[in-house]
Every structure is written in C-alpha cells, then in structure tokens.
C-alpha cells in the first residue's frame, strides 16, 4: 500500500488555529485512507530540539498524540504512530543524505533565509533539518506528506535528493513522493481556513504573540476564550459578510464559526448574511468556542497515558523494521555493508 506520512508537532501548545486549521484537517485525512494506505504519524522530536523546547519535552510528545486521539483519530492495524528519536535509521540515512545535497540548494531553503536572517550565530539543525526531513519520507517510501505550503519546497527537495541517489546507482533506490501540486490536489488544498489572531486580524493566529488576547489556546478555561471572542477586533461597517480583505476581523470570526461547528464556510455565511450586528455574532461564536473546548478538553482528560504508550510500541517495533530495511539498501548501494 502507498504510504501518508506526517509528523505531530511537540514544541509546547498549541492554538486553536494550529488545531484546526493543520491538524484536524490531517486526522480527517488519515481516517479516510486508513483502509487502503499506510498512515505514518511520527513524532519529530529531533527537529523539535533545533530549537528551545516550550515545556517538558516527553510530555509535549504525550499530550501532542493524544491530541491526534481526542481530535478522532481512528487507530488501526495500518495508523502507526512513533517517535524519530527511537527509529536510528532516520539520523543515520540523515548522514548519508547531507553526502549526497550541496550547500548551495540548502542555503536557498526560504524556512532557512527567515529563520536566520540578522542572526550572528545559526543552529547547524537550522540548516540541515530539511536533510533530516527527506530521511523521514524517503525510509518510508511515502508518496504523500501532507505538509503546509510553506514546506513544499522540501518536498522538492527530497524528490531532487531521491533521484541523485537513484541515477548515481542506475536503480530505484528511493520512491518519490509526489510532486507538490499532486500532493495539494490528493490532500484537497484550496486554500483552506486559517484562523487569524483575534486583536490584529491581518496577521495569523500565532501562539508567540505578546497579548493573551489575541490568541486562544487548547488549554484555556472554555469561559476565558469565550470571553477573548467578546473582545475580538471588528470594523465599523456594520454589515456581516465574508471579506477577508476589506473585514478580516468579521471573516474570521465566521471561519471559527464553521471550524469548531465543523460545518461549511458557506452555510455559516448564508446564515448572517444581511445581519448587522456584530454583538450578536460575537456571542455566537463565543458560545461555539466555549462548547467545543469544553468538549475536547473532557475527551482528552479521559485518554490514558497506557495507550499512548502502547500505540508508540507498536509503531516502533512497526518503524524500525520498515526503516532499518530501506536504510540497509542505502547501504549496500554505498559500498558501507
């Protein structure tokens, strides 16, 4: 069977943007093709330490699973869920990978430009780990690696990275993932919801923005992010409609709406069109965001930490298998076995 791959984010909490927006989408995605795919859910901790670590990093690994779990993923004998840190393949095909690319394409990696742009001093990992990420796609054969549009230039990485190994030895080594714009077309990117921070709407929600009031958190009391809706900044129009660029405030406040409702954008904007009061669809979406967080924060509290535990061993014993099997075929094609 083909192959999805993804990886679950560990670095400390998340937003209700982060939530809706990347991963429910991704569990919707996995519970779908369950049946007929492998569905590799990883946790990468190795990249997560290119940076500071928000928090305790082996329970942000728990706490972000089972936010997979209380989200509705649907675990079966084809969803394996595992830690990069405990698959050895994944560091040592990193190596053999960075032989293979050349200063020159990483260097022109955007996510590497920004994030080291008037910095002195920059994190090795901050260079390499787009290397790391074609190891993690590449030891899976996975076709699709449902990523945001921020990553698809590693993407094409790995697929550049994959195809220098494959023609230097004149054998399919390696199986390419799928080109980006068939990657967007199988995950169904159309340009998707993003929730937007609820003080300054022109910009993304964010969960390093200074103001507690911008931003909601899973973990908030379901009465304070209720209360962070009432305060959300509108316009003075006076008129409900979905303009993201001339009401951005009023647009995302109808796009949380129909994200924690799960419900189509549009039929919550055929429901306030002609409305004029923005109070009334505060309260609104301060109801909906107060049920659904009470609602997903009882769901999580009843996930035991044993099953956590038991879905990582049978992904990993799951993943070292698969792994060690593609890493040792590298090997062999490098004259190192």
């Known amino acids: 069977m083909e192959t999805i791959l993804t990886g679950i984010r560990v670095n400390g909490e998340l937003t209700l943007g982060n939530f809706l927006g990347a991963l429910v989408p991704m569990v919707r995605l996995a519970n779908a093709h369950n049946k007929n795919h492998n569905i590799n859910i990883f946790v990468p901790d190795l990249h997560t330490i290119i940076s500071d670590v928000d928090g305790d990093l082996q329970k942000n690994i728990i706490k972000s699973i089972k936010y997979y779990l209380a989200a509705g993923l649907e675990p079966n004998e084809n969803v394996y869920i595992y830690r990069q840190s405990h698959v050895s393949a994944h560091s040592e095909l990193n190596w053999i990978l960075n032989c293979v690319a050349n200063m020159g394409e990483l260097s022109r990696m955007t996510q590497f430009k920004e994030k080291s742009e008037g910095k002195e001093h920059v994190g090795v990992g901050i260079f390499d780990y787009p290397v790391l990420m074609a190891a993690d796609i590449l030891l899976y054969d996975a ?3 449902p990523v945001g549009e921020d990553q698809f230039q590693h993407i094409e990485l790995t697929r550049n990275l994959a195809i220098r190994v494959n023609n230097r030895f004149d054998k399919e080594i390696f199986t390419l993932p799928a080109k980006t714009l068939d990657q967007a077309k ?3 990117l159309d340009g998707g919801l993003r929730i937007r921070d609820l003080q300054n709407p022109e910009k993304k929600m964010s969960k390093s923005s200074k103001s507690e009031n911008s931003k909601i958190m ?6 304070v992010a209720a209360k962070k809706i009432m305060s959300a900044t509108t316009d003075s129009e006076a008129n409900i409609k979905y ?7 009023i647009s995302n406040l109808l796009q949380i709406e129909a994200l924690v409702n799960n419900v189509p954008l549009q039929e919550v904007i055929s429901t306030w069109a002609g409305e004029s009061r923005y109070g009334d669809l505060k309260q609104k979406v301060a109801e909906s965001v107060q049920t659904f967080l009470e609602t997903f924060q009882a769901k999580l509290d009843l996930i035991p930490d044993d099953i956590v535990y038991e879905l990582l061993e049978a992904g990993e014993n799951y993943a070292n298998k698969v792994a060690s099997a593609k890493l040792s075929t590298v090997q062999k094609a490098f004259n190192l076995r």
């Open 243 to 249: 303009d993201m660029f001339n009401q951005p405030g």
């Open 143 to 145: 076709k699709y690696v």
């Open 218 to 223: 899973l973990s908030d009391d379901p009465k």
């Open 186 to 188: 199988f995950m169904g």
